[in-house]
């Protein structure tokens, strides 16, 4: 008999530690667990921007969670002292669902959700938790304890059953295979997906929100809890050593689900009782978007994942991530857009940021040895003046007109830069600005110059704004050479010499040429935000001030295509702030008259890591 249940088990034998299985299926149940998780969003209406938002901070919660419960003691003061993140490989998924809970209780009322929003993360993370128990059950990690049963599964050499029964001593160290070990990764496959199938059939329950999600986190726990029964200590990250208490000896892990389990079911039960007997569910108040609160968001992810290591993510992880937030903000940015494009559809709007942010996203990854890529973020602000004198011939059947149009225009919007530099500068970047142009018309006699009439109106402007800059080769004291092109596309300018037509396009192009650090000479077209509102062309004299690292002044005409006074003199800079990352790029031009122009910018630049 023992020799047949020693055959049965060799059948489920499983290959060794030469692929890697965990990282596939790890990435496809990550990957699932977000597309279900947005067509849920979608389903139930929330607004995407703020769902987004959600799924983005919830996600990094989940991801640090399940690592920082998997730290040891040694690595915990590493990062407590020091502040880096210790490179560690282990994981914990409890972890990850405290975290993410914790994550979820600390959005659900700033953003406006209902308790109902838990509930869609349920089915979703049964989903993927199943999907992942096939990578750690080819992978061997999470594995059970020696077992004589014929279900027992044997791992090849190299595999985590096989170093831990060869560190014990029960096998050789130059065994064939391990001894066959419980499936526990198995068993915790069918529990899933048991609790998963419960929720599908249980959907249509007029439960109150939150309770299915407490349903299914008490299950998963108290089936982990009954699990641990028969999992092998050497391959739990967590809670592992056990501990009696009278006639009961538990490991720690256990100890805890014991008592987490039957609070969590305690509160399903207790929410259930205490809704009233209607029948129906309630239906779930949906949130609004809040922009203010969404763009805060982003900003700390950015902040935090800025200071995490590159130990602290994974490449897939870091892609998703920053999938998520370049999403949050083309989908911002387009509903910005909106009121002042109401033709165009959003979607549409915020396709060039996608494509875009693509790139950046998908280029920042892997970057040579020798090259340095940095990511900044800037908004900025400004506002400007000019005046037209607008006079038409009648023709054969009218008398002639004169017009005179007094603009004031203000923008506002952000730019996203990939800066990237090994023996030449090459910037990616990409502008998103509106603004408002207001217009006071008179008309005058064009014999006279007496006024006839008066009106104002308020224009909305907006544009999208792609351009790559480049660079040669910058050496102290040597001659050097740079571009820049670009588009604006959207809702430019509106002139009254264009018949108050808006322009549709422009061309964003520039040159330089010179001894960068010392003095160079630059001419460029509708650099940036000076494309919307009045177009500007600049001619000047620039240096970098003896450096070579981005920071200069630039001094010159800027000429406006308004007809009386073109000319303006005018300032730019960019400018450091010590080490910080901060820069500013001021520029102010006038004719002092009728014609001025200011801009300020502020941006942030944040080293990416190498892999």
């Known amino acids: 008999m023992d020799n047949l249940l020693a055959s049965l088990a060799f059948r489920w034998a499983v290959p060794g530690a030469d692929a890697d299985y965990y990282t596939p299926f790890y990435v496809l149940a990550f990957g699932l667990n977000l597309l279900l998780l947005l067509r849920e969003g979608w389903r139930r209406g929330y607004p995407m921007r703020s769902w987004l938002v959600v799924l983005a901070c919830s996600s990094l919660a989940f991801i640090l969670g399940t690592k920082l419960l998997a730290l040891s003691g040694p690595e915990w003061q590493l990062l407590l002292s020091t502040g880096h993140w210790p490179v560690s490989g282990g994981r914990s998924v409890l972890g990850g669902a405290v975290s993410g809970t914790l994550m979820l209780l600390a959005l659900r009322r700033p953003l406006g959700f209902s308790w109902h929003m838990f509930d869609a993360f349920a089915l979703p993370m049964c989903v993927a938790l199943t999907i992942q128990c096939v990578g750690c059950l080819l992978t061997g990690c999470c594995f059970g304890e020696p077992t004589a049963g014929g279900w027992g599964?044997?791992?090849g050499a190299g595999t985590w059953p096989y170093v831990a029964q060869t560190t014990q001593g029960t096998i050789a160290a130059d065994a064939a295979h391990s001894l066959p070990v419980h499936p526990t990764q198995l068993y915790t496959l069918l529990l899933c997906a048991g609790v998963g199938a419960l929720l599908v059939f249980t959907r249509h329950k007029p439960w109150p929100g939150g309770s299915r999600n407490l349903l299914h986190l008490g299950l998963l726990l108290a089936g982990r809890w009954l699990i641990e029964f028969w999992r092998d200590a050497a391959g739990e990250p967590v809670g592992a050593a056990l501990h009696e208490h009278g006639a009961l000896a538990l490991n720690e892990l256990q100890w805890a689900?014991?008592?987490?389990?039957?609070?969590?079911?305690?509160?399903?039960?207790?929410?259930?009782?205490?809704?009233?007997?209607?029948?129906?569910?309630?239906?779930?108040?949906?949130?609004?978007a809040r922009p203010v609160l969404n763009l805060l968001a982003v900003a700390c992810i950015l902040l935090v994942t800025a200071w995490l290591g590159s130990s602290a993510l994974s490449l897939p992880e870091i892609l998703v991530m920053k999938a998520l937030l370049l999403c949050v903000l083309?989908?911002?940015?387009?509903?910005?857009?909106?009121?002042?494009?109401?033709?165009?559809?959003?979607?549409?709007?915020?396709?060039?940021?996608?494509?875009?942010?693509?790139?950046?996203?998908?280029?920042?990854?892997?970057?040579?040895?020798?090259?340095?890529?940095?990511?900044?973020?800037?908004?900025?602000?400004?506002?400007?003046?000019?005046?037209?004198?607008?006079?038409?011939?009648?023709?054969?059947?009218?008398?002639?007109t004169r017009t005179t149009y007094d603009h004031r225009y203000a923008v506002q919007g952000a730019t996203l830069e990939l800066h990237r530099t090994s023996d030449h500068q090459t910037t990616y970047g990409l502008g998103v600005w509106r603004?408002?142009?207001?217009?006071?018309?008179?008309?005058?006699?064009?014999?006279?110059?007496?006024?006839?009439g008066e009106a104002d109106s308020t224009h909305q402007l907006f544009t999208i704004n792609p351009y790559i800059e480049g660079s040669s080769e910058l050496h102290p004291g040597k001659l050097g050479f740079g571009y820049r092109a670009g588009l604006h596309m959207g809702r430019l300018n509106v002139k009254g010499q264009n018949d108050e037509r808006f322009q549709k396009t422009l061309l964003d192009v520039g040159l330089w040429a010179g001894v960068r650090d010392k003095v160079y000479i630059q001419a460029d077209v509708?650099?940036?935000?000076?494309?919307?509102?009045?177009?500007?062309?600049?001619?000047?004299?620039?240096?970098?001030?003896?450096?070579?690292?981005?920071?200069?002044?630039l001094v010159g005409l800027a000429t406006s295509v308004e007809e009386s006074s073109p000319k303006m003199g005018f300032v730019s800079a960019d400018l450091r702030l010590g080490q910080s990352g901060f820069r500013l790029y001021p520029y102010a031009a006038t004719n002092f008259a009728r014609m001025h122009q200011l801009n300020l910018r502020v941006g942030y630049r944040i080293p990416l890591k190498k892999k």
């Open 435 to 452: 603004g408002t142009d207001r217009v006071a018309y008179q008309f005058l006699d064009p014999t006279t110059g007496t006024l006839l």
């Open 257 to 288: 689900l014991l008592i987490l389990a039957p609070a969590l079911l305690g509160l399903w039960v207790w929410q259930l009782r205490r809704q009233p007997a209607t029948g129906h569910q309630q239906p779930e108040k949906l949130p609004e």
């Open 330 to 400: 083309v989908l911002e940015a387009g509903a910005a857009l909106r009121g002042s494009a109401r033709q165009l559809q959003p979607a549409r709007v915020a396709l060039p940021f996608c494509l875009a942010a693509g790139v950046i996203v998908l280029t920042s990854q892997a970057p040579v040895d020798s090259t340095r890529h940095e990511l900044e973020i800037s908004v900025g602000a400004g506002e400007g003046t000019y005046f037209e004198d607008v006079e038409k011939k009648g023709g054969c059947s009218g008398s002639p």
């Open 526 to 553: 509708n650099r940036g935000p000076l494309g919307l509102g009045n177009q500007t062309v600049r001619t000047g004299i620039g240096s970098g001030l003896g450096k070579l690292d981005g920071r200069h002044i």
């Open 153 to 155: 599964l044997t791992y």
